[in-house]
């Protein structure tokens, strides 16, 4: 098995757990964690697209981790505004989980 | 499609630049004069859109930018078909009005900063370019990026006030949105692992119909419902966007759940044009008809105007996507996918007009009486006649009744259904009208009858403010006079031009 399929399971493995993490746990830090455990894998994903390069002789491709550092970027916001809006709505009702539907 | 940067190209350019600048500035410049800046770049950033629509229609091609001067697989273009163009201009008209609107329910007072007014102009601003961003992105990370952008820039908007509930539905809006765009984001690594490229018109000569496009197209579809709030993916939106000051509502219920909804139409009409076969669009078909079905039956229910308001918006996301049972494929044969194709765009239009006067006005409602209950709303129809009147134009937009933008876009869309025999289209259709016809009767029929008691008003309203939500709802009554057929400006750019019936 050569490194980038390894990588690529293992990017599977974690989208799957962080999709299921999302969906079934009901609080809302676990589902922010699921998030970033499926943008975990999919950064991994990219990087196992980078290997690919390699077979044309380069080192690696460049452009998808430059697509990686964007992206960290942009999930690293997204949870720092999860985040925030949690902390908030903690210090506004005690409780740290969403309302059930009305 | 030109291969180098088309005269013109700049303008979409400036079209991103321009509402950011205004966002600094407004940062910059602090709460006393964010105001001041949004108004100012408003009247601009409607002129820009106007040009690139204008130039769209002069070249009858696309204009086309590419940042940098790298061409693509390299560097990011961006381009402007005549959909981009119209939903431009739609964008920059619509902000505009919300912003004359919000003046006196976002004021910044002389001589203190309060944080709601600068929190406020400083996103709508940002809402703008974000969408100007996805109208505009010819390039599919790109558009992630834009998506992203126009969330951040949204979610704050539903908890202004700051109360609990709003913040929860903030963060219910938010979790699914995150969901949506990493599941885009997914896909888009996966076409770029197997194309090499994620430049959207490179993509659409690569791509064949094999797993990882199928995988791709799949997750990125499924990821952009969530944002657009299809069915059964739309439990976040209601109390979103019924629970945001009514400026802001008007903002999402108008204009950012099309922003997901044209990324859609850009992964099946021009990324993959070939791929999407009968059954796929089929199914997208079914989860729209539930949508109306459903989201007009609830919303019949509702005690809350706003509430009922936002219900609507469910449903009437489901019209939007009936574009794709209707005209996908368009290569394949569809002889009435053009005028599926302009119903469909009409509907997103139309919509965002209707649907941001009926907001606004239902806000002003809400000030005027201190509540929104419709069972207390006897009487308005007196007190605030410009108001209701404007209510009932959006209404009609919604039902369909002619003239106005929604029956031109139902009757286009009904007529696709008839043609291309697919008959059950064309029932839901019809339902779907007599459905919201009863939620906004249950409306209009309190809101003009007698009170029982005086009527106590506890805010005045102005006159300005009712005359701008009139206005929009005008806006959505005129487009009620667009002729009934394939449109040419909505056509341009289009790779299958001429086999949707025009050269």
Redesign the interface.
């Known amino acids: 098995m050569s490194a980038a399929t390894l990588y690529g399971l293992c990017s599977a493995v974690l989208?799957g757990l962080g999709l299921f993490s999302?969906i079934v746990h009901p609080q809302?830090l676990r589902?922010?964690l699921g998030?970033n455990l499926?943008?975990g894998?999919?950064f991994l994903?990219?990087g196992?697209?980078a290997r690919?390069g390699a077979a044309a002789g380069f080192g690696g491709d460049p452009?998808?981790q430059a697509?990686v550092i964007?992206?960290i970027v942009?999930?690293f916001?997204?949870t720092a505004?999860?985040v925030t809006?949690?902390l908030?709505?903690f210090q506004?009702?005690g409780q740290a989980t969403?309302?059930s539907?009305? | 499609m030109p291969s180098s940067a088309t005269p013109g190209g700049f303008l979409l350019v400036l079209a991103i630049v321009l509402p950011v600048m205004g966002l600094l500035l407004a940062l910059f410049l602090g709460g006393r004069y964010a105001e001041r800046v949004a108004i100012a770049v408003m009247p601009i950033g409607l002129a820009l859109a106007i040009a690139v629509a204008a130039g769209v229609w002069h070249s009858r091609n696309v204009l086309q930018y590419f940042v940098g001067g790298w061409v693509p697989p390299l560097g990011v273009a961006l381009r402007a078909d005549g959909f981009s163009a119209v939903m431009l201009v739609t964008t920059a008209l619509l902000v505009s009005a919300i912003g004359l609107f919000a003046r006196a329910q976002f004021p910044t007072l002389p001589n203190s900063e309060t944080r709601a007014p600068l929190v406020f102009w400083t996103l709508l601003l940002a809402v703008w370019a974000a969408l100007n961003a996805v109208f505009l992105g010819a390039d599919l990370f790109n558009l992630y990026v834009a998506l992203e952008l126009l969330t951040f820039a949204a979610v704050p908007l539903v908890c202004l006030d700051g109360r609990a509930e709003t913040l929860s539905a903030a963060l219910r809006y938010l979790l699914f949105a995150l969901l949506g765009s990493v599941l885009y984001l997914l896909g888009t690594v996966l076409l770029y692992g197997a194309y090499g490229t994620l430049d959207i018109v490179l993509l659409s000569s690569r791509v064949h119909g094999e797993p990882a496009a199928w995988a791709a197209l799949s997750l990125m579809t499924a990821g952009l419902l969530a944002k657009a709030a299809l069915y059964p993916l739309h439990l976040w939106l209601p109390p979103a966007h019924a629970g945001a000051p009514a400026p802001a509502s008007a903002v999402l219920s108008g204009l950012v759940v099309k922003a997901p909804f044209f990324l859609v139409i850009r992964l099946w009409f021009d990324v993959m044009p070939r791929l999407p076969d009968h059954a796929a669009a089929q199914v997208l078909g079914i989860l729209a008809a539930t949508a109306i079905l459903f989201g007009s039956v609830i919303a019949l229910r509702q005690d809350r105007l706003k509430l009922l308001i936002a219900y609507s918006t469910v449903a009437q996301i489901g019209y939007l996507f009936l574009i794709f049972p209707l005209a996908a494929g368009a290569q394949t044969g569809h002889p009435w996918s053009g005028s599926a194709w302009t119903g469909g765009v009409l509907q997103a239009i139309s919509h965002a007009f209707a649907k941001a006067a009926m907001f606004m006005a239902a806000g002003l409602v809400y000030e005027a009486l201190g509540h929104d209950r419709i069972a207390g709303l006897a009487g308005i129809g007196r007190a605030l006649p410009i108001t209701m009147f404007a209510f009932g134009l959006g209404g009609m937009s919604l039902m369909g009744l002619p003239p106005s933008g929604g029956f031109v876009a139902k009757a286009m869309l009904l007529t696709a259904a008839v043609g291309e025999g697919q008959w059950w289209w064309a029932l839901v259709i019809l339902v779907g009208g007599l459905l919201a016809g009863g939620y906004v009767f249950r409306v209009l029929a309190r809101a003009l009858a007698d009170p029982n008691d005086t009527l106590t008003l506890v805010a005045d309203i102005s006159r300005t403010r009712q005359a701008v939500v009139l206005a929009v709802a005008l806006v959505a009554l005129v487009l009620g006079f667009v002729p009934l057929r394939p449109s040419g400006l909505l056509l341009i750019g289009r790779p299958d031009a001429t086999v949707m019936g025009f050269k």
Do not use: C, M, N, W
């Open positions: 989208v999302l809302p589902k922010i998030f499926i943008g894998g999919v994903l990219f196992a697209v690919r452009v998808p697509l964007t992206g942009v999930a916001s997204a505004l999860a809006l949690l908030r709505l506004q009702t969403l309302a539907d009305e």
